[in-house]
């Protein structure tokens, strides 16, 4: 069974505050996507990162996947009230295409 | 993308009853999937909803308590049979269009609370 580990669980800051947001696993992923989710939607994908050691950017959201493809980041700089969510990442298993082993979530809130 | 729709979007149903789930994509997709949320936290794989043939399980539910049709590439619907208060829950369908990397795609949820 493929686990990840995502930290912290509770991500409380103020506006224009950095954050990072972690998701470690101890198996190998073919791919791994970060959503996020707004209350009474459902969860809306960001990003998915393919390569080890890739490094994306959308905004000032980046990601990036480990070399070794087992784990990944999210990095935000100068938070908005805006980013508040539930942020959740998902990775994809070499024999299982299409099958989500999710993390349990970061719930960030950004204060004005 | 795809824009993926569920009815109800919420409901508030007895014990004993059961609750059928609906999911309508607007476009043909390869892959469709059940998962259930609670309010705040991760998401869990119900089965995975196969056009033509039974839908696959992943442990701990099963076809009795949870079936599931898809009758064709743009359409499923979850039942959840005999309730109880343990299963209110958010309800999402998602998709996965198949082609390139993997990517999926949520409908809104459905929120389910038993009485």
């Known amino acids: 069974t493929q686990l990840l580990e995502q930290s912290p669980q509770f991500l409380s800051i103020q506006e224009g505050e950095n954050l990072t947001v972690y998701c470690n696993s101890s198996s190998v992923f073919s791919s791994l996507q970060w959503y996020r989710q707004e209350p009474g939607e459902g969860p809306v994908l960001l990003v998915t990162?393919?390569?080890?050691?890739e490094v994306k950017k959308l905004k000032r959201l980046t990601f990036q996947f480990g070399d070794a493809r087992k784990d990944s980041s999210l990095h935000i700089t100068a938070a908005q009230p805006g980013d508040t969510g539930l942020y959740l990442c998902?990775?994809?298993?070499?024999?299982?295409?299409?099958?989500?082993?999710f993390g349990q979530g970061t719930i960030l809130t950004v204060h004005p | 993308s795809a824009v993926i729709s569920q009815k109800p979007s919420r409901d508030i149903c007895q014990r004993g009853t059961s609750l059928t789930i609906q999911c309508q994509v607007d476009?043909?997709?390869?892959?469709m999937f059940w998962y259930r949320q609670q309010p705040g936290q991760s998401l869990t794989l119900i089965a995975t909803?196969?056009?033509?043939?039974?839908?696959?399980?992943e442990s701990g539910f099963v076809i009795d308590k949870f079936p599931i049709s898809r009758p064709n590439l743009t359409f499923s619907t979850l039942t959840v049979s005999n309730m109880s208060p343990e299963d209110s829950s958010i309800y999402l369908c998602s998709v996965e269009p198949g082609e390139g990397v993997s990517k999926q795609f949520f409908g809104p949820g459905t929120r389910l609370t038993v009485l």
């Open positions: 476009s043909q997709v390869t892959m």
């Open positions: 998902a990775g994809v298993g070499w024999t299982s295409y299409g099958k989500l082993t």
């Open positions: 909803a196969n056009q033509g043939s039974e839908a696959t399980y």
């Open positions: 990162v393919v390569t080890g050691g």
